[in-house]
DNA sequence: GTGAAAGCGCTAACAC
DNA sequence: GTGTTAGCGCTTTCAC
C-alpha cells in the first residue's frame, strides 16, 4: 500500500507534525530535521493524500473554471469546437501545474432556476481555491453571490467592467477593434463594413465602441448600413457579408467582430464572385487555428486568452499573499495576414 | 457554516450512518426513514463533502484524463488549437456530470524520465476512480504498469490494438479511410495522392492502410510518388501538396490523413493556380471546425472524439457493475462536402 | 433495519 | 524547534 504520513514519521523517526511541516514548508524546522524527513520521503516514494490534505486543512489545491453549459454543448454539437475553451484550459493547467493545484472544468447552467442550489451544492462538495469565471458570464450576479457567499475567491476572465466583486483579468476590446479599423483606414480603406457579435456580450458591445471610435477619430460617418449584427457563428457572419456585399456601394473592407464570422464573409464574397483580399478586404478577431488556415489567412486580433487564463490562476493563487493585486490587462496583438490590402 | 451529516442526523432524528445509507442508496433502508432524512437533506441544503468521502471511502469521484503535455503545450503555443482535447472533455464531461462526477485534465510528460514517479504521484494524491488515455500515447506501456499496479481502472482512446490491458474504445481508421478512398474513385478518380501523418501514430498508419487497401481492391496500383508523410501539421500539408501537385501526371485527387494537412493542400493549390475541387478534388480525416468553414468545406471523415470519450467514462463508471464491457467500437462519418467532386 | 465506534491521512492548536 | 492531541466529515465494520 502507499505511504502515510505515519511511515514517513517513522522511517525518519520524528513525529508526523514534523514531516507535516517539511512538507508545507514551515518556519522553524532545523536542517538536519528536515534533512531526515525528506530522505524518508524520498525512500518510501510518499505522496500526501489529497482528500487528507483538503478536509484536514483550509486548502483543496483545486481550481475550478465555470463554462456555459448550453454554449459550450451546442459548440460541441454544431461541430464549431471551443477554441477559447481549449486556450484557457492550457493557461491555467500550466500554472495549476507549476504550484501543485489541479484544474477542473465545469459545466454550469447560467439560465437554470436551481443555478444558485447547484453552485453551491459545487462549492460545498468540491471547495476550491478559487473559481476562474469565463465570458459571457463572468459578471452573473448570482454567481457571484455565491461565490462571495462561500468565501470563494474568483477571477472574471475578460470582464472590462470593474464591478468591485472579485478580481479581473481583461483586455482592452474597444482599443483593439479601434486599432483593426484604424489600420484598415491607415490602408486607405473608407467605406468598411462591419459585423457585430452579440448585445449580450459585454466584449461584443466594446467592439463595436472601438470600431466608431476609430471611423470618428478619422473623420469618417459610421452608416448604419454598414453594421450588421451577427450572433458570432460563420453561418450569420456568411448571411451579413452577403448583405454588405450587395450594398451599394460596396465596401471596400469588412471587419467582423470573431473569426468565424470573418470565416463566414469570406465565404459569401467567394458565393458572389468577388475575390479577397483583390475586391474586398476581411479581417476578424481572436486569432483561432481557422483564421490561421484560411484562404487567404485572416489579418485578425490575437486574443491572449491562454496568457489571460494563466495570469488569473496565478492572481487566484496568489491571492492570500497578495490581495492588492485585483485586476491585470493582458495585451493583444494586431496579426496582419493576406486576407487585408489597400483597396483595388 | 455548511451543514454536515451530524446535521442531517440530528434534524431528521437518526443515526449518520442511516444518512449516509440513504445518500448512496444502500439497500435496508425503510422507506420512513428515507423520507425523513430526504426531507433534512432539502431543508439544511446539505451536501456531502468530497474530500471527507474519497478520504474514508474507495472512491474520489474523479475521473482524469491524461494529454500528453509537449504535444499540447506545441499545439497550444503555435495557436493550432486542440480540437481533439475539447471535444473529448464535452463527451467526458456530459457523462460525468449526469453521474456526480467531475472530471480533471492532467499534461503529463509522456518522453520524461521522470514519467513514472511523476504518474504514481499523481494517482497516489488524487486516487482517480478512472483514467481516460488519449493517443498517442494511448498504449505508452509505463503508463499502463503504473496504472495497473495502482489498480486504477483505465479506458485506451482510439486504441486499435488490443493489448489485453485495461478497456478501449476506438473507431476503425482503417475502414474509414479505405471508404474515403473508394468515395473518390467512385467519383471517377484513378490517380489519387494520399497524405499520410506521422509513423508514430497508430491510427496514422491504419489510415495509409485503408488507403492501400481500397486501391487494390479496385484493381489500382499504389504508387510511391502518389504518397508524402506529412506530421499532421497545415504546413506539412503544404509542402505534400506542392510535391503532388507538381507530379507528372497531377493527380485529380488528394487524400490527406487529417483536415489541417487537406487545409495545407487546398492552400498549396491555390499557390499553385489549381482550383479546388475543379482542378483537384481534396478530402481530409477528422472534421475539424476549420474543415467546415475552409474555401471550399472539406469532404472528411467525422472523427466521433465526442462519443468515444462519453462511452469511455461511461465504462469507466460502470466497470464495476459490468466487467465484461471492455471494448467498444464507436462508428465514424463520411461528410461529404464542395471540396471533392468527378475529375474535371 | 438501525446505530455506535473506529478509522481514512492529513492540518491546526497548543503544549513543551 | 518539536511533539501531542484533537478534529476535518465522511464510510466501514460490527453490534444490536
Known amino acids: 500500500m502507499a505511504a502515510t504520513i505515519y511511515d514517513v514519521a517513522a522511517l525518519a523517526g520524528v513525529s508526523i507534525k514534523s514531516v507535516s511541516r517539511v512538507l508545507n514548508r514551515e518556519p522553524n524546522v532545523s536542517a538536519a530535521l528536515q534533512a531526515k524527513v525528506q530522505a524518508a520521503v524520498v525512500s518510501l516514494d510518499y505522496q500526501p493524500n489529497l482528500s487528507a490534505r483538503s478536509l484536514a486543512g483550509a486548502s483543496s489545491y483545486l481550481i475550478a473554471a465555470f463554462v456555459d453549459a448550453d454554449l459550450t454543448l451546442e459548440h460541441w454539437r454544431s461541430g464549431r469546437g471551443n477554441d477559447y475553451l481549449s486556450r484557457l484550459q492550457f493557461g491555467a493547467l500550466e500554472e495549476c501545474r507549476k504550484a501543485g493545484y489541479h484544474l477542473l472544468v465545469e459545466l454550469v447552467d447560467y439560465g437554470a432556476p436551481s443555478l444558485e442550489a447547484r453552485l453551491v451544492a459545487l462549492l460545498r462538495s468540491l471547495r476550491p481555491d478559487g473559481v476562474l ?29 470593474d464591478l468591485g466583486r472579485g478580481m479581473r483579468v481583461f483586455m482592452d476590446d474597444r482599443q483593439a477593434a479601434a486599432d483593426m479599423t484604424a489600420h484598415l483606414i491607415g490602408l486607405g480603406h473608407r467605406r468598411i463594413g462591419f459585423v457585430s457579435g452579440p448585445d449580450a456580450y459585454p466584449a461584443s458591445r466594446a467592439r463595436r465602441e472601438g470600431y466608431d471610435q476609430a471611423l470618428q477619430a478619422h473623420g469618417l460617418v459610421a452608416e448604419p448600413d454598414l453594421v450588421v449584427e451577427g450572433d458570432f457563428t460563420f453561418a450569420s457572419g456568411r448571411r451579413a457579408g452577403e448583405a454588405l456585399l450587395t450594398t451599394d456601394p460596396r465596401p471596400s473592407a469588412i471587419f467582423a467582430s470573431n473569426d468565424d464570422m470573418a470565416l463566414g464573409v469570406l465565404n459569401a464574397a467567394a458565393s458572389l464572385g468577388v475575390s479577397a483580399p483583390g475586391g474586398v478586404s476581411v479581417c476578424g478577431f481572436d486569432d483561432t487555428p481557422s483564421a490561421m488556415f484560411s484562404t487567404p489567412p485572416l489579418t485578425t486580433v490575437r486574443q491572449p486568452v491562454a496568457e489571460m487564463a494563466a495570469a488569473a490562476t496565478r492572481m487566484l493563487l496568489e491571492a492570500a499573499r497578495d490581495p492588492d493585486r485585483t485586476v491585470e490587462k493582458i495585451d493583444y496583438i494586431l496579426v496582419e495576414r493576406a486576407s487585408t490590402q489597400p483597396p483595388g
Chains 1, 2 share one sequence.
Open 133 to 161: 469565471l469565463t465570458p459571457p458570464n463572468a459578471d452573473d450576479p448570482t454567481v457571484l453571490d455565491v461565490l462571495e457567499r462561500t468565501g470563494t475567491p474568483f477571477v472574471r476572465l475578460g470582464a472590462e467592467r
